[in-house]
Structure formats: C-alpha cells, structure tokens
C-alpha cells in the first residue's frame, strides 16, 4: 500500500431518495492520521455521506474505497467492509440491552471472532482511557448522555478499525457535557486515528481536522484548510452559513 | 420564630393526612361490606338457593370426586406444559420467517401469512374437532391417532398463530437505529438479530406472551370435546352420573388455582415495566 492511497475515499457519489437528490457528486479522500470535518447546514447531506461510506445506505452512481480497495461493487460483502470503519452516532444507539463491557466486546466476540479475555482486556483497557473503569457493569441507561457516547466511542474503537467515522457525536448531548466528548476525540485524533467527522462543534473542527469540507445541497463547495476555511472563506455559501453560525452565538 | 411556625404547619398538615386516610379506609371497608354482602344476601336468600347448594356446594360431592377430578387436572397440566414449549419455538420460528427479506423464502412468507389468518379465524375448539377426527380419518401410516396428541397439535396450531404475532410485533417495536448500529460495529444481518433485535424484542413481549398461557391454561379444557379423561370430561361425567355439579366446581377451583398467579405475575411484571419506562423517561 503506497503512502500515497488514501484510507477512505470518495468517488462522485450521488444519492436520493425519491426525487430528493441528497448528495449530487461527492469527491473526498481522508488519508492515514488525518482527519477531516464535514461542516454544513442540517440536511446538507452530512450524515448521509457517513452512512453511504458505511455502507448503511447505498449509494446510486460513483464509488466508495477503502484502502484502494472499492467496497460499493455489488459483489462485496457489506459486514465485512464494516468491520473495518468505525461509527459513532448521534443518538449513541447504545445497545440497551447489554452492559457497557458486552456493548464494547460485543463486536470484537461475533463479528471478529476474538477469544472471551483478549475482547475483554482490550475493551476494559478502552474504557479505563475513557475515565469508564468503573462502569463497565453498568447498564447505558444509568449514564449521563457524555459517558454513552464515550462507550459508544470504545464500542466503535474496540476492533481497531481503519478509520473512525463521527456523525455529530455531540448534538444530542447537554452543554456541560459536550466538553468530555470532545476531549475524547481530541486525544484519539493525538494519537492519529483517521476520522471523518461531522459537526456543528465549529471551535472543535477549526482545532482537530487537518481539512474542513463545506457541505452545501449535496455537493462539497469549498473545502481548504481549517484556517482559511474560518477566517476567509471564498464561497458566498460559505460565507453565509458561518455568518448565521456567528450570529446565533451572539444571541 | 419562622421555624416553629413551619414545624407547626408540617404537623397539622400530616395530621389532615392522616384524617384523610382513615376516612377513606373507612369509606372503603363499607361500601365492600355493602356491595359483597348485598350479592351474598341476593343469592343465598333467592327460592332456589336450597337447590343450588345442594347440587353445587355439597361438600361430601366434593370429597369424593375430588381425586379423580385431580388426576384429570394433572393431565391438564402436563398437555399444557408440553404445548406452550411448542407455541413458544413455532411462534418465534413464524415470526422470524416472516420478518426476512429473503427472496427465496417468498414462498413460505406467504404461506406463513395465510397460515396465521386462517388459525385465527377459526375458534379453537372447531380446530380441535376438525383436528382430533379429521387426521384419524385419513389414515395415514405413522400419523398418531392419540386424542391428546392430537388435541394438543391443534391447539399448538392456533396459539403459534397468536404467539407469532406478539413476538412480531415485539421485533418491529425495536428501533431502526439498533440495526444500525448492529451492523455498524460489523455484524451481519443474522446476528444482528439474533444479539441486539431478538433479546429486545423478547423481553418486551414477556407480559403479552404470558397473557396467551394463561388463555392457554384453560383452553386446554377443549380437548375434552375428543374424549381424553381431564379435569373437565372427569368432572362432566361425574356430574351427570349422580346429579350433582360440584364435581365441575372442583374443576373450576383447579384452574383459577393455576390461572390467578400467572394473571398476578403478568401485571407484576408489567407494572415493573411501567415503572422502568418511566425512570427512563425521567433521567432522558
């Protein structure tokens, strides 16, 4: 694998859902360590990108690779090309059923085939790292909304996936917990996992991704690096949306 | 002194509280003495009574066919046990073979459909007759021709009907994002099911589901119709050979005997519930 082919990417991907085009031509490539932030209005077509890439929807024309390797064939078979991508949602979707340490061992045991103690090890030294050592018994529906998401993360990181994909991990969280899941992502993307993240976080895009991609109706109209993006954006799209951003904090 | 005063107001306060709950306590115990008296006096006083409690209540009637009626019931039990086994795995095997999206198993989720329609459509113990002389009647080589077999099949076919039902609507009550998820950390569609949708769905359908066994518990008094000695036939004959229908009280007492508890456990188990939902709903 050459330096050079990028871990996730992208190819003209379009996809609708009846007559509603939701994205109409996506061209992206997230390479090794890097990560990249999705920014854009709600309905701009964020999460649905995530899911295509997932393999969660299928996508109409284009394709999507991993490692060079191109999963929208009809032929591949979609779990295996999950196991290797990593996703975290909004809503956490926690398995409510199972305990924090079956939530995060319950891949690793099904889907990878690992041993009962190798899952096990792998998923307490997670959730330690996560300020979770002491919950692993704990049903999700005893946590505060940050703790599930940070399971929901050890749950996505347990098999160590090539990259992780984020789909506005902090939306649904109260402010005041918004902070410890971010300072999750902070130290995994220190640590160079490749992630794909969508959010409406700006402070936390403009810190952590290495390229910002402004969605806008389905299509990628600027994307440049984090700074330029921010401060002097080019698009008047751009321009727009960061400006309601600005005036919403104001208020 | 505001402190004194609030103390004051917290003590009369509980003092109203207390007048209160001791006149309702109070207002409750009349009325059922009224109520459950009144009924009692109604029908002990009604022309008839000296008949009715000689033919129903006589307690000597009651000692002896007691034993007999009790056997009966064992068989009862015993058919209902082995039949709810079978209800509980063809219910489930319905319900997921109805849930695929397989295209090749198009074929059996149409027959499936059907099959669940017709069960229900027909009342038990029609089945039961068309079953238990039906089958015989055939005469086909190695198909069993024993009464409680075969009442026992055909209320198996009508409650697998029903049961599939409650466990389908338990699978559909799982949230589409679980499936997401599933698949997300890299299972596929079987084990999705089978680890994240399945032990959901169960659990939620734990009070349905023990709703149908009580339904089941008594129904089992259908087979009767095919000839099989349970409680009820046990009783039935008892009361027509000596005039006297204590014998089926008797089978009644057994019944409410197993069919209460498992009533009282379904509500335990569902006010749990309730009360989950609404810690959820409070911590959300």
């Given at each position: 694998m050459s330096a050079s082919t990028p871990v996730v990417e992208v190819r003209g991907v379009t996809k609708s859902y009846g007559e509603l085009?939701?994205?109409?031509?996506?061209?992206?490539?997230?390479?090794?360590?890097?990560?990249?932030?999705?920014?854009?209005?709600?309905?701009?077509?964020?999460?649905?990108?995530?899911?295509?890439?997932?393999?969660?929807?299928?996508?109409?024309?284009?394709?999507?690779?991993?490692?060079?390797?191109?999963?929208?064939?009809?032929?591949?078979?979609?779990?295996?090309?999950?196991?290797?991508?990593?996703?975290?949602?909004?809503?956490?979707?926690?398995?409510?059923?199972?305990?924090?340490?079956?939530?995060?061992?319950?891949?690793?045991?099904?889907?990878?085939?690992?041993?009962?103690?190798?899952?096990?090890?792998?998923?307490?030294?997670?959730?330690?790292?996560?300020?979770?050592?002491?919950?692993?018994?704990?049903?999700?529906?005893?946590?505060?909304?940050?703790?599930?998401?940070?399971?929901?993360?050890?749950?996505?990181?347990?098999?160590?996936?090539?990259?992780?994909?984020?789909?506005?991990?902090?939306?649904?969280?109260?402010?005041?917990?918004?902070?410890?899941?971010?300072?999750?992502?902070?130290?995994?993307?220190?640590?160079?996992?490749?992630?794909?993240?969508?959010?409406?976080?700006?402070?936390?895009?403009?810190?952590?991704?290495?390229?910002?991609?402004?969605?806008?109706?389905?299509?990628?109209?600027?994307?440049?690096?984090?700074?330029?993006?921010?401060?002097?954006?080019?698009?008047?799209?751009?321009?727009?949306?960061?400006?309601?951003?600005?005036?919403?904090?104001?208020? | 002194?505001?402190?004194?005063?609030?103390?004051?107001?917290?003590?009369?306060?509980?003092?109203?509280?207390?007048?209160?709950?001791?006149?309702?306590?109070?207002?409750?115990?009349?009325?059922?003495?009224?109520?459950?008296?009144?009924?009692?006096?109604?029908?002990?006083?009604s022309p008839g009574w000296g008949d009715v409690k000689a033919t129903f209540f006589s307690w000597s009637a009651f000692k002896t066919s007691f034993p007999d009626v009790l056997r009966g019931f064992w068989l009862d039990v015993k058919l209902f046990l082995i039949v709810e086994v079978v209800v509980l795995l063809l219910g489930l095997a319905i319900a997921l073979a109805r849930t695929t999206r397989s295209p090749a198993l198009f074929p059996i989720r149409l027959l499936l459909a059907v099959y669940t329609d017709v069960m229900r459509g027909i009342p038990t113990i029609l089945l039961v007759y068309l079953v238990g002389f039906g089958i015989p009647a055939l005469a086909l080589d190695g198909w069993p021709s024993d009464p409680v077999v075969l009442g026992g099949a055909a209320l198996a076919l009508t409650y697998s009907a029903y049961v599939s039902e409650v466990y389908r609507a338990g699978l559909d009550s799982v949230h589409p994002s679980q499936v997401s998820a599933a698949l997300a950390v890299g299972l596929d569609r079987v084990q999705a099911m089978r680890f994240v949708v399945l032990p959901q769905a169960v659990r939620r359908v734990i009070p349905p589901l023990l709703n149908d066994f009580i339904s089941l518990q008594k129904d089992v008094a259908l087979i009767s119709v095919l000839g099989p000695l349970e409680a009820f036939r046990v009783a039935q004959i008892q009361a027509s050979s000596d005039f006297n229908y204590t014998p089926l009280l008797a089978a009644a007492l057994l019944y409410i005997c197993?069919?209460?508890?498992?009533?009282?456990?379904?509500?335990?188990?569902?006010?749990?519930?309730?009360?989950?939902?609404q810690a959820e709903a409070v911590t959300a």
């Open positions: 085009q939701v994205l109409r031509g996506i061209d992206l490539a997230v390479h090794e360590h890097k990560a990249i932030a999705l920014i854009g209005a709600s309905g701009s077509g964020k999460s649905t990108l995530l899911r295509c890439i997932d393999l969660l929807d299928e996508i109409d024309d284009g394709d999507v690779l991993i490692d060079g390797e191109i999963v929208t064939d009809p032929g591949v078979k979609p779990p295996a090309v999950r196991r290797r991508l990593g996703m975290v949602f909004q809503a956490f979707n926690l398995f409510p059923h199972l305990t924090v340490l079956e939530n995060v061992t319950l891949a690793p045991r099904r889907a990878h085939r690992q041993e009962r103690k190798a899952a096990e090890d792998r998923a307490r030294e997670l959730l330690a790292r996560f300020g979770l050592g002491d919950r692993e018994g704990s049903y999700p529906d005893r946590l505060s909304g940050g703790q599930q998401q940070r399971v929901a993360l050890a749950r996505a990181l347990a098999p160590n996936p090539r990259a992780l994909l984020l789909d506005e991990v902090t939306s649904a969280l109260d402010p005041e917990l918004v902070g410890e899941v971010l300072e999750a992502v902070r130290e995994l993307k220190a640590e160079g996992i490749t992630m794909l993240i969508t959010t409406h976080e700006m402070g936390f895009a403009r810190e952590v991704a290495d390229e910002v991609c402004f969605l806008h109706e389905g299509l990628i109209v600027e994307r440049g690096d984090p700074e330029t993006i921010f401060t002097a954006p080019e698009q008047p799209e751009t321009q727009r949306f960061l400006r309601r951003l600005l005036d919403a904090h104001r208020v | 002194m505001s402190a004194v005063e609030q103390t004051d107001r917290r003590a009369v306060r509980a003092a109203a509280k207390r007048r209160r709950e001791r006149r309702g306590f109070l207002i409750a115990l009349i009325s059922s003495v009224v109520v459950i008296g009144g009924l009692a006096l109604l029908v002990v006083t197993v069919t209460v508890p498992l009533a009282r456990f379904v509500d335990h188990l569902q006010n749990r519930g309730r009360r989950a939902r």
